[in-house]
């Protein structure tokens, strides 16, 4: 697991905070660059981590 969401999970643990998932899906159609736009949207909006998926046909 990634040592950053890891600490993040770490700090949400103990069940007295909430942590915010931002859901980007497959919005970024592939692009690394849109991608990185849906993280600095989903940062200024005050997501903890952000969640994609990536389909392969």
Known sequence: MNKLLQE???R???RENVLV???ADV???G???TAL???EA???AGADVVK???LEN
Do not use: P
């Open 52 to 54: 994609f998926q990536n």
């Open 42 to 44: 989903a940062k200024y």
């Open 21 to 23: 998932i931002a859901e």
């Open 12 to 14: 949400y643990s103990n």
């Open 8 to 10: 993040r999970i770490n």
């Open 37 to 39: 736009k849906l993280c």
């Open 27 to 29: 919005n970024h159609n």
């Open 31 to 33: 692009s690394l660059k």
